[in-house]
């Protein structure tokens, strides 16, 4: 089974602060990607990566920012949180093959105050 | 970009009935896959099914089964004799190389 792992479920953040949300896949796989989450709108890609140093923008990139030095990790950054990135958000990672699927992380809570 | 379409946001079905969740997208592509995935109040997303474009036959695991309408670009998820744990968040999604398209959703209630 595809494993994905983030790190933190639940955080409590400032307005002003930076925020790291952690991604962890347990194979090789090339393509991660960042998704919110809010209620109506379903789920919007923020960034993916097809490869170490590589990143694509989704559809809401602005306040966000990607890093990706190792294949196993994807970290998604708030250079300055603000409430209205207050949000669920999900790490996945694409397996080619087998019906090209996407395996989710369990998700990260962020609450901005 | 691709967009996916969910025009239920919210079903409700009895134990045991069958519950049909719309879904209808837009892509030029000929070769795509679509999936159909729940997230439970855990809000751990699990994938349901999914269906390669190419494949003309309808997917189909266990109670659950797709209408796949290719000209159409409608893709409806079948849930026969629901249970109660079928309760929860289900979003259709769309997949072509490295995109992957969600709809907004359609919460179904399961009711006793």
């Known amino acids: 089974d595809v494993k994905v792992t983030q790190s933190s479920r639940y955080l409590v953040k400032r307005t002003g602060e930076k925020v790291f949300l952690e991604c962890v896949q347990d194979?090789?796989?090339?393509?991660m990607f960042w998704y919110r989450q809010d209620p109506g709108l379903g789920l919007r890609l923020i960034y993916f990566?097809?490869?170490?140093?590589m990143k694509e923008k989704g559809d809401i990139p602005e306040g966000y920012s990607v890093s990706r030095e190792k294949k196993e990790r994807f970290s998604l950054i708030l250079e300055s949180a603000s409430t209205n990135q207050t949000s669920m958000y999900l790490c996945?990672?694409?397996?080619w093959g087998s019906g090209n699927t996407i395996y989710f992380g369990e998700g990260s809570w962020l609450t901005v105050v | 970009a691709q967009t996916v379409t969910q025009s239920q946001p919210e079903m409700s079905v009895q134990e045991a009935e069958t519950v049909t969740l719309s879904c209808t997208y837009d892509?030029?592509?000929?070769?795509?896959?679509l999936f159909w995935y729940k997230q439970p109040p855990s809000r751990q997303m699990i994938l349901v099914i999914r269906?390669?474009?190419?494949?003309?036959q309808n997917a189909t695991e266990n109670r659950f089964s797709v209408n796949f309408q290719k000209a159409a670009k409608s893709f409806s998820l079948k849930i026969s004799d629901s249970q109660l744990g079928d309760a929860a968040m289900y979003f259709c999604?769309?997949?072509?190389?490295?995109?992957?398209?969600f709809g907004a959703g359609t919460r179904l209630t399961v009711k006793p």
């Open positions: 996945a990672t694409l397996v």
């Open positions: 194979m090789d796989h090339e393509n």
């Open positions: 990566s097809y490869d170490v140093k």
């Open positions: 892509t030029s592509e000929s070769d795509y896959y």
């Open positions: 269906q390669e474009a190419y494949k003309q």
């Open positions: 999604a769309y997949s072509f190389v490295n995109d992957m398209r």
